[in-house]
């Protein structure tokens, strides 16, 4: 019973075997006898019960100064439990029920297979596209030193929505990287590879703005430089 001592509103409480009425368990802060009187009331209601043959008595209710001793019968035991007077003992009596019953494991059920989808095939990217994309990604780094990645991924993506075009649903950024969600069509190789040539003029035009045109230029030209020396 020690699921009682956790229960909110209990002064104390007593476990009576409803065999033989014996007392099994008193706890609790309650100056009453719990026991006995828990003991004799749950007696006594057995006999008037079956005296004037009044069928099932669900609890026996006793009010004494503040107190009210609520006295109910669960799996053979009469719980005599004391708690406050205002206590609704019906009400209280389905809350520590509840807290008694023992929880039941839900049944396992047979767990769907999980069908993945096909991998998607590998994004092959024609030179002339992915050198554009790997200059983007260079300047980016470059501008975004010190800090400024997010500042200049944010110019990016707007760029990307000023002048990509239709070739927007197919790029974004990824690991603070531009690159290809999907595979482009071949017969837009050319025109994909204009669109990013203006994206890296607008990339080139902010930075001027942003650095001044001495170095931005010393900048472009680290970026140049790294694309000369990184084969793609």
């Known amino acids: 019973m020690e699921t009682l001592d956790r229960i909110s509103g209990i002064i104390g409480y007593s476990v009576v075997n409803a065999d033989d009425g014996s007392i099994e368990e008193v706890k609790g802060s309650s100056t009453s006898p719990l026991g006995e009187l828990s003991a004799f009331f749950s007696s006594a209601s057995e006999v008037i019960k079956n005296a004037l043959m009044l069928g099932n008595i669900e609890y026996v209710s006793l009010t004494y100064g503040a107190h009210r001793l609520i006295i109910f019968l669960y799996n053979?035991?009469?719980?005599?439990?004391?708690?406050?007077?205002?206590?609704?003992?019906?009400?209280?009596?389905?809350?520590?029920?509840?807290?008694?019953?023992?929880?039941?494991?839900?049944t396992p059920q047979p767990v769907a297979e999980e069908i993945k989808p096909p991998p998607k095939p590998a994004i092959a990217l024609p030179r002339s596209i992915e050198s554009k994309l790997h200059q983007i990604n260079l300047l980016i780094e470059e501008f975004g030193a010190e800090g400024k990645k997010a500042q200049w991924l944010e110019i990016?993506?707007?760029?990307?929505?000023?002048?990509?075009?239709?070739?927007?649903?197919?790029?974004?950024?990824?690991?603070?990287?531009?690159?290809?969600?999907?595979?482009?069509?071949?017969?837009?190789?050319?025109?994909?590879?204009?669109?990013?040539?203006?994206i890296i003029d607008y990339l080139v035009k902010k930075a001027v703005a942003e650095f001044g045109s001495s170095q931005a230029r010393l900048k472009v030209q680290s970026v140049i430089e790294k694309m000369k020396q990184i084969e793609v």
Do not use: C, H, W
């Open 76 to 106: 053979n035991k009469y719980l005599g439990i004391e708690v406050e007077q205002e206590q609704e003992p019906k009400a209280f009596i389905e809350r520590v029920k509840s807290a008694l019953a023992p929880s039941i494991e839900p």
């Open 156 to 198: 990016l993506n707007q760029g990307l929505g000023i002048l990509a075009g239709e070739m927007v649903p197919l790029v974004g950024v990824v690991e603070d990287n531009l690159t290809f969600k999907e595979q482009p069509p071949p017969e837009k190789e050319d025109e994909f590879v204009q669109i990013l040539r203006t």
